[in-house]
């Protein structure tokens, strides 16, 4: 683990990949300079609310979002699927390791709420929908 707990003042406009696995991150400032960011992989950190991210209203260019193993809580569901929808380009979300995944019926309404959502907690969409099928023809 390293020792990073935040981020800011970060004025990179043609950044495309940020990885920072592994830290004390609680906070993010600045992102919205970074007009280019696709991939923004934060697994292992201390994150609580994608607020603290620094994301823009709306994010034009994110499509990956790694979030896992971090401390976003259950009541925080509400507010994810808000700020979710102001992410027209994300395709690949992953929240595991986070107690907000213990929401009753999480994966459906991420996918809900999120719907051209092609990757959740790193289990194809179509593969999410077929198996909740398949449990539910027995």
């Known amino acids: 683990m390293n020792c990073i707990n935040k981020m800011e003042n970060l004025n990179l406009p043609t950044l495309k ?31 609580t609310e994608l607020n603290y991210l620094g994301l823009p209203p709306e994010f034009p260019s994110l499509s ?8 976003i809580p259950l009541e925080y569901f509400e507010e994810l699927c808000k700020i979710l929808q102001n992410l027209p380009a994300l395709s690949e979300l992953d929240l595991t390791g986070n107690e907000i995944t213990l929401q009753k019926y999480y994966k459906y309404n991420i996918i809900q709420a999120k719907k051209n959502l092609k990757i959740l907690d790193n289990m194809e969409i179509k593969g999410f ?10």
Do not use: A, M, P, R
Not at 64 to 71: A, F, H, V
């Open 17 to 47: 990949v940020l990885i920072l696995t592994g830290n004390l991150i609680k906070h993010i400032d600045g992102l919205e300079e970074t007009n280019s960011l696709s991939e923004l992989i934060l697994q292992k950190n201390e994150i």
């Open 64 to 71: 990956k979002l790694d979030c896992s193993y971090n401390k």
């Open 129 to 138: 929908v077929k198996q909740h099928i398949e449990v539910g023809k027995k």
